[in-house]
Protein backbone atom coordinates (compact mmCIF):
# COMPACT_ATOMS: atom_id res chain seq x y z
CA UNK A 1 0.00 0.00 0.00
CA UNK A 2 1.27 3.51 -1.12
CA UNK A 3 1.78 6.09 2.05
CA UNK A 4 -0.67 8.60 2.72
CA UNK A 5 1.66 11.33 1.60
CA UNK A 6 1.88 9.86 -1.73
CA UNK A 7 0.34 12.86 -4.25
CA UNK A 8 0.69 15.66 -1.46
CA UNK A 9 2.26 18.67 -1.37
CA UNK A 10 5.97 18.66 -0.88
CA UNK A 11 6.94 17.21 -4.22
CA UNK A 12 6.22 20.03 -7.21
CA UNK A 13 6.79 19.53 -10.08
CA UNK A 14 10.09 20.12 -12.03
CA UNK A 15 10.79 23.73 -12.76
CA UNK A 16 13.26 25.51 -15.21
CA UNK A 17 13.88 27.79 -12.62
CA UNK A 18 13.87 30.57 -15.75
CA UNK A 19 11.86 33.92 -15.87
CA UNK A 20 8.93 33.97 -18.23
CA UNK A 21 10.13 35.36 -21.93
CA UNK A 22 8.61 38.36 -23.04
CA UNK A 23 6.79 36.90 -25.56
CA UNK A 24 4.29 35.09 -23.57
CA UNK A 25 4.38 38.34 -20.91
CA UNK A 26 2.81 40.51 -23.39
CA UNK A 27 0.47 37.86 -24.62
CA UNK A 28 -0.29 37.61 -20.42
CA UNK A 29 -1.10 40.82 -20.20
CA UNK A 30 -2.89 41.38 -23.44
CA UNK A 31 -6.11 39.69 -21.71
CA UNK A 32 -8.87 38.06 -22.86
CA UNK A 33 -8.56 38.07 -26.71
CA UNK A 34 -8.32 36.65 -30.06
CA UNK A 35 -5.13 35.09 -28.92
CA UNK A 36 -7.19 33.54 -26.34
CA UNK A 37 -9.60 32.48 -28.28
CA UNK A 38 -7.58 30.91 -30.45
CA UNK A 39 -6.26 28.40 -27.93
CA UNK A 40 -8.24 25.49 -29.42
CA UNK A 41 -6.51 26.29 -33.06
CA UNK A 42 -2.86 26.80 -31.33
CA UNK A 43 -3.22 22.97 -29.45
CA UNK A 44 -4.66 21.89 -32.80
CA UNK A 45 -1.83 22.79 -34.66
CA UNK A 46 0.60 21.67 -32.07
CA UNK A 47 -0.45 18.43 -31.82
CA UNK A 48 0.09 17.91 -35.64
CA UNK A 49 3.39 19.01 -35.62
CA UNK A 50 3.60 15.71 -33.77
CA UNK A 51 1.40 13.97 -35.81
CA UNK A 52 -1.71 14.22 -34.28
CA UNK A 53 -4.53 15.35 -36.77
CA UNK A 54 -7.02 17.17 -34.43
CA UNK A 55 -10.18 19.27 -34.46
CA UNK A 56 -11.03 22.33 -32.17
CA UNK A 57 -13.60 19.93 -31.32
CA UNK A 58 -11.55 17.21 -29.77
CA UNK A 59 -9.73 19.68 -27.33
CA UNK A 60 -10.30 21.21 -23.74
CA UNK A 61 -8.42 23.46 -22.12
CA UNK A 62 -8.09 23.98 -17.84
CA UNK A 63 -5.69 25.79 -15.25
CA UNK A 64 -3.55 23.01 -15.33
CA UNK A 65 -3.25 19.18 -15.38
CA UNK A 66 -4.67 18.21 -11.98
CA UNK A 67 -7.70 20.14 -12.94
CA UNK A 68 -8.27 17.92 -16.29
CA UNK A 69 -7.10 14.80 -14.58
CA UNK A 70 -10.13 15.13 -12.15
CA UNK A 71 -12.47 16.02 -14.49
CA UNK A 72 -11.59 13.14 -16.57
CA UNK A 73 -11.34 10.64 -13.83
CA UNK A 74 -14.99 11.90 -12.85
CA UNK A 75 -16.20 11.59 -16.35
CA UNK A 76 -14.58 8.17 -16.88
CA UNK A 77 -15.87 7.26 -13.73
CA UNK A 78 -14.60 3.71 -11.75
CA UNK A 79 -11.06 3.85 -10.40
CA UNK A 80 -7.99 4.38 -11.75
CA UNK A 81 -4.14 2.34 -12.79
CA UNK A 82 -1.05 4.26 -12.73
CA UNK A 83 2.31 3.27 -13.22
CA UNK A 84 4.50 2.44 -9.77
CA UNK A 85 6.29 4.87 -9.16
CA UNK A 86 4.38 7.57 -10.97
CA UNK A 87 3.72 11.91 -11.46
CA UNK A 88 2.85 12.98 -7.44
CA UNK A 89 -0.15 14.71 -8.55
CA UNK A 90 -1.71 11.89 -10.36
CA UNK A 91 -2.87 10.27 -7.24
CA UNK A 92 -5.11 13.48 -5.65
CA UNK A 93 -7.55 14.20 -7.56
CA UNK A 94 -8.37 10.30 -7.94
CA UNK A 95 -8.54 9.92 -4.04
CA UNK A 96 -11.15 13.14 -4.12
CA UNK A 97 -13.49 11.49 -6.27
CA UNK A 98 -13.54 8.87 -3.56
CA UNK A 99 -11.85 6.31 -5.88
CA UNK A 100 -8.82 4.25 -5.92
CA UNK A 101 -5.44 4.53 -7.54
CA UNK A 102 -3.80 1.07 -7.80
CA UNK A 103 -0.04 0.93 -8.54
CA UNK A 104 0.82 -1.53 -11.21
CA UNK A 105 4.63 -2.10 -11.24
CA UNK A 106 6.81 -0.54 -14.15
CA UNK A 107 9.28 -2.19 -16.32
CA UNK A 108 12.94 -2.55 -14.74
CA UNK A 109 13.91 -0.56 -17.96
CA UNK A 110 11.97 2.52 -17.72
CA UNK A 111 9.27 4.45 -15.78
CA UNK A 112 6.12 5.39 -17.57
CA UNK A 113 3.93 2.42 -17.84
CA UNK A 114 3.39 -0.50 -16.61
CA UNK A 115 4.30 -3.76 -17.20
CA UNK A 116 1.59 -5.28 -19.54
CA UNK A 117 1.79 -9.05 -17.71
CA UNK A 118 1.48 -7.17 -14.35
CA UNK A 119 -1.51 -4.84 -15.46
CA UNK A 120 -3.57 -7.79 -16.94
CA UNK A 121 -2.92 -9.24 -13.50
CA UNK A 122 -3.82 -6.13 -11.81
CA UNK A 123 -7.06 -5.75 -13.88
CA UNK A 124 -8.01 -9.52 -12.85
CA UNK A 125 -7.27 -8.90 -9.71
CA UNK A 126 -9.00 -5.75 -8.59
CA UNK A 127 -12.54 -6.89 -10.55
CA UNK A 128 -12.43 -10.17 -8.81
CA UNK A 129 -12.49 -8.11 -6.28
CA UNK A 130 -15.11 -5.91 -6.54
CA UNK A 131 -13.35 -2.57 -8.04
CA UNK A 132 -13.77 -0.94 -11.46
CA UNK A 133 -11.14 0.05 -13.41
CA UNK A 134 -11.61 2.09 -16.29
CA UNK A 135 -8.56 4.46 -16.25
CA UNK A 136 -4.84 3.94 -16.86
CA UNK A 137 -2.89 7.03 -16.78
CA UNK A 138 1.07 6.49 -18.43
CA UNK A 139 3.66 9.04 -19.59
CA UNK A 140 5.89 9.55 -22.76
CA UNK A 141 8.50 10.91 -20.90
CA UNK A 142 8.24 10.01 -16.86
CA UNK A 143 8.37 12.37 -13.76
CA UNK A 144 9.76 10.97 -11.70
CA UNK A 145 12.49 9.11 -13.35
CA UNK A 146 13.26 11.16 -16.43
CA UNK A 147 13.12 8.02 -18.82
CA UNK A 148 11.45 7.37 -21.68
CA UNK A 149 9.62 4.01 -21.96
CA UNK A 150 10.31 1.95 -25.20
CA UNK A 151 7.97 1.98 -28.18
CA UNK A 152 7.54 -1.81 -27.86
CA UNK A 153 6.40 -1.80 -24.20
CA UNK A 154 4.06 1.19 -25.00
CA UNK A 155 2.82 -0.78 -27.74
CA UNK A 156 2.31 -4.34 -25.23
CA UNK A 157 0.79 -1.90 -22.45
CA UNK A 158 -1.67 -0.18 -25.06
CA UNK A 159 -2.83 -3.96 -26.18
CA UNK A 160 -3.51 -4.67 -22.79
CA UNK A 161 -5.38 -1.86 -22.07
CA UNK A 162 -7.57 -2.42 -25.19
CA UNK A 163 -7.91 -5.69 -24.49
CA UNK A 164 -9.21 -4.96 -21.17
CA UNK A 165 -11.36 -2.30 -21.40
CA UNK A 166 -9.25 0.74 -20.33
CA UNK A 167 -9.41 4.36 -21.35
CA UNK A 168 -5.92 5.39 -21.67
CA UNK A 169 -5.10 8.76 -20.64
CA UNK A 170 -1.34 10.15 -21.97
CA UNK A 171 0.55 12.64 -20.07
CA UNK A 172 3.03 14.22 -22.57
CA UNK A 173 3.73 17.13 -20.30
CA UNK A 174 7.17 16.27 -20.44
CA UNK A 175 7.39 15.24 -24.11
CA UNK A 176 9.16 18.29 -25.69
CA UNK A 177 12.10 17.86 -23.04
CA UNK A 178 14.42 15.04 -24.20
CA UNK A 179 18.14 15.65 -23.59
CA UNK A 180 19.07 14.52 -26.92
CA UNK A 181 18.32 16.87 -30.11
CA UNK A 182 19.21 14.02 -32.11
CA UNK A 183 16.93 11.59 -30.34
CA UNK A 184 13.74 10.31 -32.48
CA UNK A 185 10.76 12.31 -32.23
CA UNK A 186 8.78 10.41 -29.36
CA UNK A 187 5.96 8.39 -30.74
CA UNK A 188 2.00 9.57 -28.51
CA UNK A 189 0.24 6.48 -27.72
CA UNK A 190 -2.62 8.54 -29.80
CA UNK A 191 -0.64 7.44 -32.67
CA UNK A 192 -0.60 3.47 -31.80
CA UNK A 193 -4.27 3.26 -30.58
CA UNK A 194 -6.17 6.37 -31.49
CA UNK A 195 -9.91 5.23 -29.99
CA UNK A 196 -9.15 5.15 -26.65
CA UNK A 197 -6.36 7.47 -25.33
CA UNK A 198 -7.07 10.91 -24.60
CA UNK A 199 -3.84 13.33 -24.56
CA UNK A 200 -2.54 15.62 -21.38
CA UNK A 201 -0.26 18.26 -21.90
CA UNK A 202 0.38 20.20 -18.47
CA UNK A 203 2.19 23.64 -20.17
CA UNK A 204 4.18 24.27 -17.19
CA UNK A 205 6.43 21.67 -17.99
CA UNK A 206 8.16 23.08 -20.96
CA UNK A 207 6.12 26.17 -22.23
CA UNK A 208 5.26 28.22 -19.54
CA UNK A 209 6.62 29.21 -15.68
CA UNK A 210 5.31 26.58 -13.47
CA UNK A 211 3.39 29.43 -11.69
CA UNK A 212 1.24 29.80 -14.84
CA UNK A 213 -1.55 26.73 -14.44
CA UNK A 214 -2.71 26.11 -18.14
CA UNK A 215 -3.04 22.47 -19.81
CA UNK A 216 -4.78 21.27 -23.12
CA UNK A 217 -6.30 17.75 -23.56
CA UNK A 218 -7.17 15.96 -26.87
CA UNK A 219 -9.72 13.52 -27.01
CA UNK A 220 -10.37 10.45 -29.97
CA UNK A 221 -12.33 11.44 -33.35
CA UNK A 222 -15.56 10.25 -32.81
CA UNK A 223 -18.73 9.76 -30.92
CA UNK A 224 -17.39 7.93 -27.34
CA UNK A 225 -14.64 10.82 -27.57
CA UNK A 226 -17.13 13.21 -27.94
CA UNK A 227 -19.00 11.98 -25.35
CA UNK A 228 -16.16 11.67 -23.15
CA UNK A 229 -15.20 15.61 -23.59
CA UNK A 230 -18.97 16.34 -22.78
CA UNK A 231 -18.61 14.72 -19.77
CA UNK A 232 -15.12 16.26 -18.84
CA UNK A 233 -16.39 19.78 -20.00
CA UNK A 234 -19.68 19.22 -17.32
CA UNK A 235 -17.23 18.17 -14.71
CA UNK A 236 -14.53 21.21 -15.15
CA UNK A 237 -17.61 23.58 -14.88
CA UNK A 238 -18.81 21.55 -12.01
CA UNK A 239 -15.16 22.21 -10.41
CA UNK A 240 -15.93 26.15 -11.12
CA UNK A 241 -12.90 25.54 -12.90
CA UNK A 242 -12.22 27.95 -16.22
CA UNK A 243 -9.05 28.80 -17.73
CA UNK A 244 -8.60 32.70 -17.27
CA UNK A 245 -8.75 34.90 -20.42
CA UNK A 246 -4.87 35.81 -19.71
CA UNK A 247 -3.76 32.47 -19.36
CA UNK A 248 -5.58 31.45 -22.21
CA UNK A 249 -3.78 33.78 -24.53
CA UNK A 250 0.08 33.08 -22.82
CA UNK A 251 -1.02 29.38 -23.49
CA UNK A 252 -2.01 29.80 -27.10
CA UNK A 253 1.03 32.07 -27.90
CA UNK A 254 3.77 29.37 -25.86
CA UNK A 255 1.90 26.71 -28.48
CA UNK A 256 2.77 28.44 -31.47
CA UNK A 257 6.50 27.73 -30.73
CA UNK A 258 7.68 31.28 -31.22
CA UNK A 259 11.15 30.87 -31.85
CA UNK A 260 12.38 32.63 -28.65
CA UNK A 261 10.48 29.88 -27.31
CA UNK A 262 11.95 26.77 -29.17
CA UNK A 263 15.43 28.23 -28.74
CA UNK A 264 15.17 28.92 -25.12
CA UNK A 265 13.50 25.11 -24.75
CA UNK A 266 16.95 23.72 -26.63
CA UNK A 267 18.70 24.93 -24.19
CA UNK A 268 17.18 23.96 -21.21
CA UNK A 269 16.93 20.39 -22.14
CA UNK A 270 20.91 20.78 -22.74
CA UNK A 271 21.44 22.15 -19.65
CA UNK A 272 19.45 19.77 -17.65
CA UNK A 273 20.61 16.92 -19.67
CA UNK A 274 24.14 17.81 -18.83
CA UNK A 275 23.09 17.63 -15.17
CA UNK A 276 20.75 14.78 -14.95
CA UNK A 277 23.82 12.96 -16.34
CA UNK A 278 26.40 14.19 -14.12
CA UNK A 279 24.37 13.56 -11.14
CA UNK A 280 23.70 10.03 -12.24
CA UNK A 281 27.74 9.15 -12.15
CA UNK A 282 27.77 10.78 -8.82
CA UNK A 283 25.01 8.26 -7.68
CA UNK A 284 26.34 5.31 -9.52
CA UNK A 285 29.90 6.55 -8.04
CA UNK A 286 28.46 6.30 -4.83
CA UNK A 287 26.73 2.91 -5.12
CA UNK A 288 23.07 3.97 -5.52
CA UNK A 289 20.86 2.86 -8.38
CA UNK A 290 19.21 5.39 -10.63
CA UNK A 291 18.37 4.73 -14.67
CA UNK A 292 19.73 7.43 -16.94
CA UNK A 293 17.46 10.34 -17.39
CA UNK A 294 16.71 10.82 -21.09
CA UNK A 295 14.12 13.95 -20.32
CA UNK A 296 12.91 16.01 -17.76
CA UNK A 297 14.44 18.01 -15.27
CA UNK A 298 15.01 14.93 -12.69
CA UNK A 299 16.58 11.93 -11.54
CA UNK A 300 15.33 9.13 -9.69
CA UNK A 301 17.59 7.65 -7.24
CA UNK A 302 17.47 4.48 -5.03
CA UNK A 303 19.39 4.08 -2.48
CA UNK A 304 18.32 0.57 -1.27
CA UNK A 305 22.31 -0.60 -1.66
CA UNK A 306 23.29 2.17 0.83
CA UNK A 307 20.54 0.83 3.19
CA UNK A 308 23.01 -0.21 5.87
CA UNK A 309 24.83 2.92 6.43
CA UNK A 310 21.60 4.96 5.96
CA UNK A 311 20.18 2.72 8.91
CA UNK A 312 23.33 3.47 11.03
CA UNK A 313 21.99 7.47 10.31
CA UNK A 314 18.58 6.52 11.72
CA UNK A 315 16.93 6.37 7.93
CA UNK A 316 15.15 3.57 7.58
CA UNK A 317 12.43 4.65 5.29
CA UNK A 318 11.70 7.62 2.35
CA UNK A 319 10.34 9.73 4.58
CA UNK A 320 13.76 9.77 6.41
CA UNK A 321 15.33 9.66 4.05
CA UNK A 322 13.72 12.79 2.45
CA UNK A 323 14.80 14.67 5.74
CA UNK A 324 17.92 13.46 6.11
CA UNK A 325 19.12 13.67 2.12
CA UNK A 326 17.31 17.16 2.01
CA UNK A 327 19.36 18.46 4.56
CA UNK A 328 22.37 17.69 4.01
CA UNK A 329 22.28 18.63 0.31
CA UNK A 330 20.29 22.35 1.13
CA UNK A 331 17.24 21.69 -1.53
CA UNK A 332 14.33 19.27 -1.34
CA UNK A 333 14.15 15.44 -2.34
CA UNK A 334 11.09 14.19 -2.22
CA UNK A 335 11.09 10.63 -1.11
CA UNK A 336 9.73 8.13 -3.10
CA UNK A 337 7.01 7.30 -1.00
CA UNK A 338 5.38 10.71 -2.96
CA UNK A 339 5.33 9.22 -6.37
CA UNK A 340 3.62 5.86 -5.17
CA UNK A 341 6.76 3.79 -4.14
CA UNK A 342 6.62 2.01 -1.09
CA UNK A 343 7.56 3.75 2.12
CA UNK A 344 10.18 1.18 2.97
CA UNK A 345 11.67 2.05 -0.35
CA UNK A 346 14.93 4.42 0.00
CA UNK A 347 14.22 6.18 -3.17
CA UNK A 348 14.20 10.06 -3.76
CA UNK A 349 13.55 12.36 -6.82
CA UNK A 350 16.64 14.71 -7.18
CA UNK A 351 15.60 17.98 -9.34
CA UNK A 352 18.95 18.85 -11.67
CA UNK A 353 17.14 22.93 -11.44
CA UNK A 354 18.52 22.72 -8.07
CA UNK A 355 21.57 22.26 -9.14
CA UNK A 356 21.87 25.06 -11.08
CA UNK A 357 22.97 28.65 -9.89
CA UNK A 358 20.74 30.37 -7.21
CA UNK A 359 19.69 33.10 -9.09
CA UNK A 360 17.49 33.61 -12.18
CA UNK A 361 19.75 35.77 -13.75
CA UNK A 362 22.89 33.01 -13.16
CA UNK A 363 20.17 30.32 -14.54
CA UNK A 364 19.95 32.04 -17.48
CA UNK A 365 23.41 32.30 -17.96
CA UNK A 366 23.91 28.64 -17.96
CA UNK A 367 21.98 28.13 -21.22
CA UNK A 368 24.50 29.98 -23.03
CA UNK A 369 27.26 28.52 -21.88
CA UNK A 370 29.49 25.96 -23.75
CA UNK A 371 30.50 24.08 -21.26
CA UNK A 372 27.36 24.65 -18.23
CA UNK A 373 28.67 22.14 -15.73
CA UNK A 374 31.89 24.23 -15.93
CA UNK A 375 30.31 27.23 -14.16
CA UNK A 376 30.93 27.86 -10.65
CA UNK A 377 27.58 27.52 -9.28
CA UNK A 378 27.09 24.47 -10.92
CA UNK A 379 30.38 22.89 -10.48
CA UNK A 380 30.19 23.93 -6.66
CA UNK A 381 26.46 22.45 -6.52
CA UNK A 382 27.69 19.15 -8.24
CA UNK A 383 30.71 18.78 -6.32
CA UNK A 384 28.49 19.12 -2.97
CA UNK A 385 26.18 16.80 -4.39
CA UNK A 386 28.51 13.97 -4.89
CA UNK A 387 30.55 14.77 -1.87
CA UNK A 388 27.41 13.89 0.13
CA UNK A 389 26.18 10.70 -1.66
CA UNK A 390 30.00 9.48 -1.35
CA UNK A 391 29.68 10.29 2.46
CA UNK A 392 26.80 8.41 2.72
CA UNK A 393 28.71 5.00 0.81
CA UNK A 394 31.52 5.55 3.38
CA UNK A 395 29.09 5.67 6.45
CA UNK A 396 31.12 8.92 7.31
CA UNK A 397 28.75 11.16 9.83
CA UNK A 398 29.09 14.84 8.26
CA UNK A 399 27.14 17.10 9.11
CA UNK A 400 25.30 19.53 6.94
CA UNK A 401 28.01 22.07 6.72
CA UNK A 402 30.72 19.45 5.84
CA UNK A 403 30.50 19.66 1.89
CA UNK A 404 33.92 19.41 0.76
CA UNK A 405 34.39 16.89 -1.96
CA UNK A 406 36.20 13.41 -0.49
CA UNK A 407 39.62 12.18 -1.67
CA UNK A 408 37.15 8.98 -2.72
CA UNK A 409 34.84 10.60 -4.38
CA UNK A 410 36.98 12.76 -6.27
CA UNK A 411 38.98 9.91 -7.52
CA UNK A 412 35.92 7.94 -8.53
CA UNK A 413 34.34 11.03 -10.39
CA UNK A 414 37.66 11.27 -11.99
CA UNK A 415 37.71 7.66 -13.59
CA UNK A 416 34.06 8.26 -14.53
CA UNK A 417 35.00 11.48 -16.07
CA UNK A 418 35.17 9.88 -19.83
CA UNK A 419 31.29 9.52 -19.38
CA UNK A 420 30.90 12.83 -19.93
CA UNK A 421 32.13 12.54 -23.46
CA UNK A 422 28.92 10.25 -24.32
CA UNK A 423 29.80 6.38 -22.93
CA UNK A 424 27.06 4.62 -22.82
CA UNK A 425 25.68 3.93 -19.24
CA UNK A 426 23.81 0.13 -18.92
CA UNK A 427 20.34 0.56 -18.03
CA UNK A 428 20.31 -0.28 -14.18
CA UNK A 429 17.17 -1.11 -12.77
CA UNK A 430 15.54 1.01 -9.32
CA UNK A 431 13.45 -1.47 -8.15
Known amino acids: MADPSYGRPGAPSPDSGLPALPGLIAALGAGPSRAAAGLPTAACDYWARRGLTTAPAQTVAAPGGPALLLALA ?6 VLVPRPCAAWWAPGVRLLGRTAYPVPAPAESGGVPDPYALLETVRRVRAEGGDPRLLIVSVADDPTGTLPEPEALDEVLRAAADTGLTVLSDETWRDTVHDPAAPALLSPAAIHPEGVVVLTDLAGAFLPADWP ?3 ARFPAGAAGAALREHTLDALSAQGAPLAGPLAAAAAHALTEPAEATSRLRAVNRTH ?8 RAVRAAGALALPPRAGRCLYVDLEPLRAPLAARGVADARDLELHLGERLGMPVPGGHRFGDE ?11 SLLRS ?4 RAASLTASEPLELPGADRALSMFAAVFDALAAGEGAEPGERAVTQAGAEARAADSDARGGRAHRREPHR
Open 74 to 79: AATGGD
Open 214 to 216: AAV
Open 273 to 280: GALARAAH
Open 343 to 353: LTALRVRVSTA
Open 359 to 362: TREG
